[in-house]
């Protein structure tokens, strides 16, 4: 865990910077994918406030108290908790962050039996961080000629008792 950054949940309060932050980090994806309309970056700040009543959305604080991290999870009726909208601000990507508000989420979920996320075919250190952190894919989807999803998900051990 990186002493420099807190986690915390973030709160509706919160939902207009931390959507500032999930669009610039995924500016650069939609330009990889060729695609400006990527739900990240169209999603209106209405719609994002929505998710504050069914997902657990946390935030990562600089030493500062910027926000320069965002995930959400979002529990299923089958055990599964859903991770989405992994994003760290361009400047601070590959310094951890993304690794630190991902184990976060997962201990915010000690309930969840498995839990289950997608990124993109090209999205090369997303993928590497995903399976570091014990996911595997377990399928693909193809959206069009520029974009294949890539599910993953991590199954978590059952715990003696």
Known sequence: MREDITIVRASVDDAEEVLGVIRRAFGPVAEQYG????????E????????????VVLKALDADGRIVGTVQGES??????????LAVDPAR???????T?????????PEASRFELFTGHKSEGS????????YRE???ECVNDDLTLV???????QRRT
């Open 101 to 109: 508000l991902t184990e976060a989420l997962e201990a915010e979920f």
């Open 44 to 55: 209106t700040l209405d719609s994002h406030r929505k998710r504050y009543e069914t997902s």
């Open 93 to 99: 990507q590959g310094t951890g962050i993304g690794r």
């Open 127 to 134: 993928l590497g961080l995903y399976r570091s952190l014990g």
């Open 76 to 85: 299923r009726d089958d055990g599964c908790c859903y991770v989405a909208r």
């Open 138 to 140: 377990t399928r693909r």
């Open 151 to 157: 599910w993953m998900e991590k199954v978590r051990r």
């Open 35 to 42: 695609d400006p309309e990527l739900p990240p970056l169209v």
